[in-house]
C-alpha cells in the first residue's frame, strides 16, 4: 500500500504528465499542475524544489515505463535471439510511443537535449546489464557465435551505445521510420 506522500507525488507527476501532453513543457506552470493534481503549490514544492526538478521526474518515469515494456517483452521469449531482438525492438516501440506522446513538448526537448541525455544516462548501466544476462543466456546456449571469445560487457556496452544514440534521434531530430526499422534489423540479425 502506498504511503500518502507517495500518492500525493503519483498524482503530481500524473498531473504534470497530462498538461504536458496538452500544453508542452514551457505553457505548463506549477499553479496549472497543482490545480490539475487537487493539491496546493506548496505540495508540489514539498516533493520537486522547481519545476525543471518536476519535468525530469516526469522523463523518469516515461523511462521507467519503457525499461518495464522492455523488461516484460524480453522475459517472455525462449531464445537469445528472440530476447535481443525483443529488447530493440520493445525499446524502440515503446520510445516511439512516449515521443508521440509528448509531441507538444518535443520541440521544447529538442531545446532542451540536456534532459533527455540525463535521463537515458541513469538508465545507462541497467540497460547494460539487461543486455549483458541476454549475452550470457546466448552464449550458455551457444546462440551467439559472432561474440564468441569477446568480452560481454564490451558487446552489450557496444549495443546500448548504439541504441542510445538512435533513440536520441528518434526521440529528438528525426522521424525516419524506415530507417529505424531497418537498424532494428541489421542490429537483430545482422548484416
Not at 487537487?38 to 514544492?45: D, E, F, R, V
Not at 516515461?62 to 523488461?71: C, G, K, L, N, Y
Not at 558487446?155 to 531497418?182: H, N, P, W, Y
Amino acid at each position: 500500500m502506498m504511503k500518502k506522500k507517495d500518492l500525493s507525488r503519483e498524482a503530481i507527476l500524473r498531473a504534470a504528465e497530462a498538461l504536458i501532453q496538452k500544453w508542452g513543457i514551457h505553457k505548463t506552470t506549477l499553479e496549472d499542475v497543482a490545480r490539475e493534481a487537487g493539491k496546493g503549490k506548496s505540495a508540489i514544492y514539498y516533493h520537486f524544489p522547481n519545476k525543471e526538478a518536476l519535468i525530469e521526474a516526469v522523463a523518469v518515469v516515461q523511462a521507467e515505463r519503457i525499461v518495464a515494456a522492455v523488461r516484460q517483452e524480453v522475459k517472455r521469449q525462449e531464445t537469445a535471439k528472440a530476447k535481443l531482438l525483443a529488447y530493440v525492438t520493445t525499446a524502440f516501440r515503446e520510445t516511439r510511443r512516449a515521443a508521440a506522446l509528448f509531441e507538444i513538448a518535443k520541440g521544447e526537448l529538442r531545446a532542451d537535449r540536456a534532459l533527455i541525455q540525463k535521463v537515458m544516462e541513469r538508465y545507462r548501466a541497467l540497460q547494460e546489464k539487461e543486455v549483458e544476462e541476454i549475452l550470457r543466456f546466448g552464449n550458455r546456449r551457444k546462440e551467439f557465435r559472432s561474440i564468441g571469445g569477446r568480452d560481454v560487457h564490451a558487446v552489450a556496452r557496444a549495443v546500448v551505445t548504439v541504441m542510445r544514440s538512435l533513440i536520441l534521434d528518434l526521440f529528438l531530430e528525426s522521424d525516419d521510420r524506415k530507417s529505424f526499422d531497418l537498424i532494428i534489423e541489421i542490429l537483430s540479425g545482422g548484416l
